[in-house]
């Protein structure tokens, strides 16, 4: 290798003519004019300069091979047991000489060609590992090999650069285009924003969404652009976190096209910045959020109808509740005042079948009301400490006529184990108990109905009951028992017509169990009765009651001394009733007919407790107690209780937070009545006297 001519050319000649040669060339062109040039110059018939392929360190691929007196590209060769591997592997200049090597190169292919002479160089990349190589071969021996070594060390180095340089021109096209693909078949659009924080580039899909033609805000800051429309507190912030630099996202504005129409924009940007942490821009992109604004203000709207609706609806019910509860206090209410008289057989039970009528009736509007208020949020479920074997025997006692007029036997069996008081809503457990064991009575015909009561889970301040009501009726099918809790579910049809009932109660003790933390369910078969269960997690009293002696009656206490007491209701048939039951017990009442009457009678002073009703003309029963509440120089605050027929729209806490200590519904009971008076009185002490209307709830 080298003829005569070529060796007359040094080592600065050759250095100088690829320097010529190559100035200002990169890419395909660089490789093909370095392979033309030192076929020339070195006077040799091969010159190859080979990317190793990706993956294959033992393949590479031809960037230019000059051959047969042209450039060729993109050929890939196998280097194995060829001087090109042993260049690869030892990364330093390889020169063969056959005359000095004559069993090597083994590789056929070379034999076949009639290469005498090889020359290699590794193309060495900045990170220190081979990028390919640049060889020669010839027919002639090798000749002045210290000049060819020393030119490919120089020209090696240049070469790996302009691998790395054109893979990295590579990659970033690639990266343009794959950028420009997704950008253009993108729903959403891509934008950039120069140091100046002015628009440089938007995407196509830009145009279609808004309208705006990008030329229009190009070269343009975003104060320049303006989006009108946007809220001032919102758009100062925008621009504040543009001007600190600062990432933002879902920045939303609403933006008018050409025709008119209005299209919702939501814009997300990422600041970048050079390697140094010069800030150089932002980039960012935006999407077309029309219809999810759309779709927002169709779910307002419609959540705005549902709750006009519910409210319409709630207050139906409380005035319906109002309306038949106020009659029907009058007909309940003086029906049982006629059965507390001397009365023939016939008419005792002609009385009688009018307050079992009424209070079928009343059950039936109770069911519709609760459901109501489970269904709007507003029943509340109240922890107090109560007596868990005095409230079952209530229960009890409330059914048990009804079990032995049908000739059943209601046994309540209790786990020794039970705590002797619980935190837990005593009225909602009350209730489902009493709907529960209510409806095996119903669908029993003989037998018994039993009510066991275990513990099946406690802790150091906590308890899991369970509560079982198995009967000996009629039973379904298994395939009917998850029908039991729906609305209005009756498994036959005609069982509402032969026993009656609206079909909402064990919804409604399904609804409240869930509230209190439980679960519920049933097993049954038919033609073999029923199980009904229910699971209770409560709290352990603070301070257990002292136990009940066997047999010990809870009776109520009623005051040794005669009461005064003031009657605040304006219907003329509930004062009659009202003076028929308090006053045959030589109790001392006062009515007035109005809140401002009643607040004038308070503040004379001298009560032991106010019945207040809560709708009343002038001033209801509400207001009337928080004025009663302001009066200055009360020795003590008189209990106040609600006399309400309106169950739905007023909760417990806002009656207490009038200042109000009890409450009783219509019609009245009169032991109910009683009772809650009996509470009332013995609590009145813990009643701030200065308690104001927007003062701490009183003990109820």
Same mark, same amino acid.
């Given at each position: 290798?080298?003829?005569?001519?070529?060796?007359?050319?040094?080592?600065?000649?050759?250095?100088?003519?690829?320097?010529?040669?190559?100035?200002?060339?990169?890419?395909?062109?660089?490789?093909?004019?370095?392979?033309?040039?030192?076929?020339?110059?070195?006077?040799?018939?091969?010159?190859?300069?080979?990317?190793?392929?990706?993956?294959?360190?033992?393949?590479?691929?031809?960037?230019?091979?000059?051959?047969?007196?042209?450039?060729?590209?993109?050929?890939?060769?196998?280097?194995?047991?060829?001087?090109?591997?042993?260049?690869?592997?030892?990364?330093?200049?390889?020169?063969?000489?056959?005359?000095?090597?004559?069993?090597?190169?083994?590789?056929?292919?070379?034999?076949?060609?009639?290469?005498?002479?090889?020359?290699?160089?590794?193309?060495?990349?900045?990170?220190?590992?081979?990028?390919?190589?640049?060889?020669?071969?010839?027919?002639?021996?090798?000749?002045?090999?210290?000049?060819?070594?020393?030119?490919?060390?120089?020209?090696?180095?240049?070469?790996?650069?302009?691998?790395?340089?054109?893979?990295?021109?590579?990659?970033?096209?690639?990266?343009?285009?794959?950028?420009?693909?997704?950008?253009?078949?993108?729903?959403?659009?891509?934008?950039?924003?120069?140091?100046?924080?002015?628009?440089?580039?938007?995407?196509?899909?830009?145009?279609?969404?808004?309208?705006?033609?990008?030329?229009?805000?190009?070269?343009?800051?975003?104060?320049?652009?303006?989006?009108?429309?946007?809220?001032?507190?919102?758009?100062?912030?925008?621009?504040?976190?543009?001007?600190?630099?600062?990432?933002?996202?879902?920045?939303?504005?609403?933006?008018?096209?050409?025709?008119?129409?209005?299209?919702?924009?939501?814009?997300?940007?990422?600041?970048?910045?050079?390697?140094?942490?010069?800030?150089?821009?932002?980039?960012?992109?935006?999407?077309?959020?029309?219809?999810?604004?759309?779709?927002?203000?169709?779910?307002?709207?419609?959540?705005?109808?549902?709750?006009?609706?519910?409210?319409?609806?709630?207050?139906?019910?409380?005035?319906?509740?109002?309306?038949?509860?106020?009659?029907?206090?009058?007909?309940?209410?003086?029906?049982?005042?006629?059965?507390?008289?001397?009365?023939?057989?016939?008419?005792?039970?002609?009385?009688?079948?009018?307050?079992?009528?009424?209070?079928?009736?009343?059950?039936?509007?109770?069911?519709?009301?609760?459901?109501?208020?489970?269904?709007?949020?507003?029943?509340?479920?109240?922890?107090?400490?109560?007596?868990?074997?005095?409230?079952?025997?209530?229960?009890?006692?409330?059914?048990?006529?009804?079990?032995?007029?049908?000739?059943?036997?209601?046994?309540?069996?209790?786990?020794?184990?039970?705590?002797?008081?619980?935190?837990?809503?005593?009225?909602?457990?009350?209730?489902?108990?009493?709907?529960?064991?209510?409806?095996?009575?119903?669908?029993?015909?003989?037998?018994?109905?039993?009510?066991?009561?275990?513990?099946?889970?406690?802790?150091?301040?906590?308890?899991?009951?369970?509560?079982?009501?198995?009967?000996? /009726?009629?039973? %379904? *099918?298994?395939?009917? +028992?998850? !029908?039991?809790? $729906?609305?209005?579910?009756?498994?036959? #049809?005609?069982? &509402?017509?032969?026993?009656?009932?609206?079909?909402? /109660?064990?919804? %409604? *003790?399904?609804?409240? +169990?869930? !509230?209190?933390? $439980?679960?519920?369910?049933?097993?049954? #078969?038919?033609? &073999?009765?029923?199980?009904?269960?229910?699971?209770?997690?409560?709290?352990? *009293?603070?301070?257990?009651?002292?136990?009940?002696?066997?047999?010990?009656?809870?009776?109520?206490?009623?005051? &040794?001394?005669?009461?005064?007491?003031?009657?605040?209701?304006?219907?003329?048939?509930?004062?009659?009733?009202?003076?028929?039951?308090?006053?045959?017990?030589?109790?001392?009442?006062?009515?007035?007919?109005?809140?401002?009457?009643?607040?004038?009678?308070?503040?004379?002073?001298?009560?032991?407790?106010?019945?207040?009703?809560?709708?009343?003309?002038?001033?209801?029963?509400?207001?009337?107690?928080?004025?009663?509440?302001?009066?200055?120089?009360?020795?003590?605050?008189?209990?106040?209780?609600?006399?309400?027929?309106?169950?739905?729209?007023?909760?417990?806490?806002?009656?207490?937070?009038?200042?109000?200590?009890?409450?009783?519904?219509?019609?009245?009971?009169?032991?109910?009545?009683?009772?809650?008076?009996?509470?009332?009185?013995?609590?009145?002490?813990?009643?701030?006297?200065?308690?104001?209307?927007?003062?701490?709830?009183?003990?109820?």
């Amino acid at each position: 290798m080298l003829t005569e001519t070529s060796q007359s050319h040094s080592i600065t000649d050759l250095l100088r003519g690829v320097s010529e040669t190559l100035s200002g060339v990169v890419g395909k062109a660089y490789f093909a004019r370095l392979t033309q040039f030192l076929a020339e110059r070195l006077n040799v018939e091969f010159v190859v300069v080979g990317e190793l392929v990706e993956g294959d360190t033992a393949k590479i691929r031809a960037l230019a091979l000059f051959a047969d007196g042209e450039v060729q590209e993109n050929t890939v060769y196998d280097l194995a047991d060829t001087p090109c591997e042993h260049v690869i592997a030892s990364k330093a200049i390889f020169i063969h000489d056959r005359n000095v090597q004559p069993d090597y190169p083994k590789d056929t292919m070379l034999r076949e060609l009639g290469v005498e002479g090889y020359v290699g160089a590794p193309l060495i990349g900045s990170d220190g590992k081979v990028l390919g190589l640049l060889a020669v071969l010839t027919h002639e021996p090798v000749r002045d090999p210290e000049t060819i070594a020393n030119l490919f060390d120089l020209v090696a180095w240049r070469t790996a650069a302009e691998i790395e340089r054109s893979r990295s021109n590579a990659a970033f096209r690639a990266g343009q285009e794959r950028f420009r693909d997704f950008a253009e078949c993108s729903s959403d659009w891509f934008w950039e924003m120069d140091a100046d924080l002015r628009f440089s580039y938007f995407s196509e899909r830009f145009l279609e969404v808004s309208g705006v033609a990008p030329e229009r805000l190009l070269g343009k800051t975003r104060e320049e652009t303006g989006i009108p429309g946007v809220d001032e507190k919102l758009w100062r912030r925008h621009l504040r976190d543009l001007n600190a630099h600062r990432p933002f996202r879902d920045f939303s504005h609403p933006r008018t096209r050409p025709d008119g129409s209005i299209v919702w924009l939501s814009i997300s940007g990422q600041p970048y910045f050079g390697p140094d942490g010069t800030f150089m821009g932002y980039r960012g992109v935006g999407s077309d959020i029309t219809r999810l604004k759309e779709t927002e203000a169709a779910l307002r709207h419609a959540k705005t109808s549902a709750e006009v609706a519910s409210k319409a609806k709630s207050d139906f019910l409380a005035t319906m509740s109002h309306e038949i509860r106020t009659p029907m206090t009058g007909v309940i209410g003086m029906a049982q005042l006629l059965l507390g008289t001397p009365l023939a057989p016939d008419q005792q039970h002609q009385v009688e079948t009018i307050i079992s009528s009424g209070t079928a009736l009343l059950t039936i509007l109770n069911d519709v009301l609760d459901l109501s208020r489970l269904e709007a949020g507003k029943l509340e479920i109240e922890a107090t400490d109560f007596a868990l074997a005095g409230m079952i025997k209530g229960v009890s006692d409330l059914l048990v006529g009804k079990a032995q007029e049908k000739g059943l036997d209601l046994i309540c069996d209790l786990d020794a184990s039970l705590p002797q008081q619980i935190c837990a809503d005593n009225m909602r457990v009350r209730q489902v108990l009493i709907n529960l064991i209510g409806n095996a009575i119903k669908f029993t015909e003989r037998g018994e109905i039993r009510l066991n009561v275990s513990r099946v889970e406690d802790g150091k301040d906590h308890v899991l009951l369970q509560f079982d009501v198995i009967d000996s /009726g009629i039973g %379904i *099918a298994a395939e009917h +028992v998850d !029908r039991l809790f $729906g609305k209005f579910e009756q498994v036959d #049809a005609s069982s &509402s017509q032969r026993h009656g009932g609206s079909g909402l /109660g064990l919804a %409604i *003790a399904k609804q409240l +169990v869930e !509230r209190m933390g $439980g679960e519920i369910g049933a097993e049954s #078969a038919e033609g &073999s009765g029923s199980r009904f269960w229910f699971t209770l997690p409560a709290q352990m *009293a603070a301070q257990p009651a002292e136990p009940q002696r066997r047999g010990e009656a809870q009776e109520t206490f009623l005051p &040794s001394r005669h009461l005064k007491l003031l009657i605040a209701e304006d219907n003329h048939v509930n004062q009659l009733i009202l003076t028929a039951m308090l006053g045959r017990l030589g109790h001392q009442l006062d009515i007035v007919a109005n809140g401002e009457e009643a607040v004038e009678a308070a503040r004379r002073g001298g009560y032991d407790a106010v019945l207040m009703d809560m709708r009343m003309p002038k001033m209801d029963g509400l207001s009337a107690t928080r004025e009663i509440r302001r009066l200055d120089g009360a020795e003590g605050a008189v209990p106040v209780i609600a006399v309400t027929a309106d169950t739905m729209s007023r909760s417990p806490q806002e009656l207490r937070s009038a200042g109000m200590t009890g409450c009783v519904t219509k019609p009245i009971s009169q032991r109910l009545l009683l009772e809650e008076i009996d509470k009332v009185i013995g609590e009145a002490v813990h009643i701030p006297a200065s308690q104001g209307a927007e003062g701490g709830a009183a003990k109820a």
